[in-house]
């Protein structure tokens, strides 16, 4: 019998992760922490009917089964959308996510490009959420097999083996998660999660009977009641005064006792802790998981980044209710058989395959004269070709009289190498590049002129440059840059419109408070790239004066964009010692 408080529980996450991707509620990203520990429980559940031998792989088989074929239908349809509305570079990294999704490895490919979760980027990525089901399905290999095989081997001792077992994996993976300071890798990778998991897990082995009878006792009825209250809290209001890592252990320990005192509490009957519409919401959270953020983001994308708006929000919403009521209908429910096992198998097939294509041609699907590429010279990597030339610049200076000049940082200071390149002081100047200056502080002595550049630059960045400077010696700060959060999508659905290479974009939030933080910090040595690339009515251009691209991604820099931000600097300023 399904127990439909476990349901509403289900029901109070989803909405809070929907809430956050909407940013209106700040901590509902706790909601994928809450379903961990579910997953945890009703693994623990399965395994205690399940053998080690033939029922270990039937289980793997049917957790794949059960999260596959939605998967696959939305990246068709973020595969199809794509083709049609997403400059390449776009395509390329939705392409790379759905063969990421469809292999359960996108918290691997999250924690390696994107890193940090809270990027404004990931508003734009359909298929960025899928790092969740790519930590379970991992969850699902490691875990459960454990049980399993301590099931067979410890016979009656089962029980207390187990609880041993999983609670020493929880303090193991708690301790890795204390010690190490790695946001990105802590928030996706496995080790790190598998306590919120193995909490979930512990229950049914420390509470193997529950007596019902403990439901009369008022005190356990008002705790769930408190339960419930600080557990909505906890996702819905942001107080600063609590530390992130106390909401999650708060988060994980209510959603525990949660779990143990619906199952005892008459209260866990009502219609307060067993609300119908909740129940339904918790029964098809699978689907609104997977559909919500590929709705937001290709509204983002394509059409506008303000959601809010009551037509807007109330398009997206019917169109989520929508999708989730067929999706949970034909294709959570679809028979597990031959017939359907076969063609999951050859959906996934063509669809990776497909990806795969897209990928290897960096989403180059058709002509795209504003970005100078055709599809007959489309290859791999040919957006990163462009700006990682900087690293051939990665040499002594020459001893050949020429002024010697010296870039600093990542990529942004690599696009900063290219405008160099594509000046017309290019030939007149000993061009050298560093990503970190500590590595060659020899190098960084010899320069005439150091551009210290990054993305997300900091004073911290400008100064590292600085102790290894002498006053003979001119430093310049290189401020941000940004073409737009949308990578340009907002403007590349107009492409056949008669205005579109006369089209602007905003800023993605907070570029420009940081460069005017720079710019008041370092004023007499600051290059401002924002101001020149800003229009009169205060929006960023995204063409040069002939029609081209100044970025293909929203950050970094075309030939094009490198020519002309080159000919906007005041290059005989800017080299004088």
């Known amino acids: 019998m399904r127990n439909k408080s476990i349901d509403v529980l289900k029901g109070v996450a989803i909405i809070a992760i929907i809430l956050f991707h909407a940013n209106i509620a700040q901590c509902g990203y706790l909601g994928v922490d809450i379903f961990l520990v579910i997953a945890g429980y009703f693994t623990a559940l399965t395994v205690g009917r399940l053998r080690f031998t033939a029922d270990g792989s039937k289980f793997i088989l049917s957790r794949v089964f059960r999260l596959l074929p939605l998967l696959l ?79 067979r081997f410890a016979g009656a001792r089962f029980r207390p083996i187990a609880i041993a077992t999983l609670s020493l994996i929880a303090i193991v993976s708690i301790i890795l998660d204390f010690t190490r300071h790695d946001g990105p890798a802590q928030f996706y990778y ?213 002024r010697k000049v010296l870039v600093i940082g990542n990529s942004f200071a690599r696009d900063f190498v290219n405008i160099i390149v594509e000046s017309p002081v290019a030939k007149d100047v000993d061009l050298s590049y560093l990503t970190i200056a500590d590595d060659d502080p020899q190098r960084v002595r010899q320069a005439d002129i150091v551009f210290v550049a990054a993305y997300g630059i900091t004073p911290e960045d400008v100064t590292a440059a600085q102790t290894h400077l002498s006053p003979r010696q001119k430093l310049y700060v290189v401020g941000e840059k940004n073409f737009g959060a949308s990578g340009g999508g907002q403007i590349y659905r107009h492409r056949h419109a008669a205005d579109y290479h006369t089209l602007t974009t905003t800023l993605a939030p907070g570029y420009l408070e940081r460069n005017n933080a720079l710019s008041a910090r370092f004023p007499d040595n600051f290059i401002d790239l924002i101001s020149l690339t800003t229009t009169a009515d205060g929006r960023i251009r995204v063409f040069t004066p002939d029609g081209k691209y100044i970025s293909q991604d929203g950050l970094h820099l075309t030939r094009s964009g490198a020519r002309y931000l080159a000919t906007l600097l005041d290059w005989p300023r800017l080299l004088t010692p």
Request: aromatic letters at 14%; hydrophobic letters at 50%.
């Open 73 to 151: 239908l939305a990246g068709t349809l973020c595969l199809i959308f794509g083709w049609f509305m997403m400059l390449p570079d776009d395509y390329e990294n939705v392409a790379e996510s759905v063969i990421a999704t469809n292999t359960f490895t996108n918290n691997f490919l999250q924690c390696l490009t994107t890193g940090n979760y809270w990027s404004i980027s990931n508003e734009y990525r359909p298929l960025m959420h899928t790092w969740y089901l790519g930590l379970l399905m991992q969850l699902y290999l490691t875990v459960p097999l454990i049980l399993l095989a301590l099931k």
């Open 190 to 402: 496995l080790p790190y999660r598998l306590y919120e998991f193995c909490a979930g897990a512990l229950i049914p082995f420390v509470f193997p009977k529950i007596d019902v009878r403990a439901g009369r006792n008022a005190v356990l009825n008002a705790a769930l009641i408190l339960a419930y209250a600080l557990i909505l809290a906890l996702l819905f209001v942001d107080a600063p005064f609590v530390h992130p890592q106390a909401r999650l252990f708060a988060i994980i320990l209510l959603t525990c006792f949660l779990i143990v005192a619906l199952q005892t509490s008459p209260r866990a009957n009502n219609r307060l802790f067993s609300n119908p519409l909740l129940a339904i919401i918790g029964m098809a959270c699978y689907s609104l998981f997977v559909w919500h953020q590929v709705l937001l983001a290709i509204t983002r994308y394509s059409f506008t980044a303000d959601i809010l708006q009551p037509s807007v929000l109330a398009v997206l919403l019917a169109s989520l209710a929508l999708l989730s009521f067929l999706s949970y209908k034909y294709v959570e429910k679809m028979p597990r058989n031959k017939a359907t096992w076969s063609a999951v198998i050859l959906v996934f097939v063509a669809v990776t395959a497909f990806a795969l294509h897209i990928y290897n041609t960096s989403g180059v699907v058709r002509d795209v004269p504003e970005l100078d590429v055709r599809r007959a010279n489309a290859r791999k990597n040919m957006w990163g070709e462009y700006c990682d030339r900087g690293y051939a610049y990665d040499k002594d200076f020459a001893d050949d009289g020429r």
